[in-house]
């Protein structure tokens, strides 16, 4: 209880420039791509209240001023972030 688990996850949402180049680059990597969608990436804060603002185009959790990305349509659809607290 009281344990917080942040992550930020690749997505397949929204299609982003250039997904399927990376994935199939990363395919025979010790480390491979696995982008998800918004439902496959909230599954995993199962067991975990979020955080405001809950899981979110990365760049949309807490921007903070000049030189932010948050107003890039881009960058939100790359990948989600959260922070999720465990009760």
């Given at each position: 209880?009281?344990?917080?688990l942040?992550?930020?996850?690749?997505?397949?949402?929204?299609?982003?420039?250039?997904?399927?180049?990376?994935?199939?680059?990363?395919r025979?990597?010790?480390?491979?791509?696995?982008?998800?969608?918004?439902?496959?990436?909230?599954?995993?804060?199962?067991?975990?209240?979020?955080?405001?603002?809950?899981?979110?185009?990365?760049?949309?959790?807490?921007?903070?001023?000049?030189?932010?990305?948050?107003?890039?349509?881009?960058?939100?659809?790359?990948?989600?972030?959260?922070?999720?607290?465990?009760?």
């Amino acid at each position: 209880s009281g344990s917080f688990l942040a992550l930020s996850h690749a997505t397949t949402d929204g299609q982003p420039t250039g997904l399927a180049e990376a994935v199939e680059l990363y395919r025979n990597t010790p480390e491979p791509l696995y982008p998800r969608s918004h439902p496959e990436i909230l599954r995993l804060f199962t067991g975990f209240e979020l955080v405001e603002p809950g899981l979110v185009g990365s760049a949309l959790w807490h921007p903070a001023g000049l030189g932010d990305t948050s107003d890039s349509t881009e960058m939100n659809t790359i990948a989600y972030g959260g922070v999720g607290r465990k009760p």
